[in-house]
């Protein structure tokens, strides 16, 4: 089963009645049964509609976000997947000292910035 890599600004994931469908605003471009999609990697800039984020919800099918330098923005899974392994992983890395206080800077670092992005508008 592939893993489908929708890396193209402007292309538009959609549905049909029974897959999905790759496309731009003028020109259909492809036609993905859903029983074969094994999962997403989404980079900026495509349009996901909202019939086929329910579509990939329903299926279970894991999807990622990428933003334009290949960094993970976020994860989306099935709220009915139910893998113990990420949460025994996150669980493993919160015992380690070290990767908490690394976490625990990359928040303070976050809501600085978010506070000098909200400061800089006004």
């Known amino acids: 089963m592939p893993t489908i890599v929708l890396s193209n600004p402007g292309h538009i994931l959609a549905t049909d009645t029974t897959s999905f469908t790759l496309r731009t605003k003028k020109k259909h471009l492809a036609r993905l049964p859903a029983n074969i999609v094994e999962r997403f990697i989404v980079f900026d800039g495509i349009e996901i509609t909202p019939n086929a984020l329910a579509r990939i919800g329903r299926l279970g099918v894991p999807t990622t976000f990428l933003d334009h330098a290949g960094r993970v923005n976020a994860s989306l899974r099935s709220a009915w997947c139910h893998d ?6 996150q669980a493993r890395c919160w015992l380690a000292p070290d990767i908490r206080l690394a976490l625990g800077r990359r928040w303070v670092v976050a809501k600085i910035n978010g506070c000098l992005a909200q400061l800089r508008r006004f």
């Open 84 to 89: 113990a392994l990420p949460r025994l992983e």
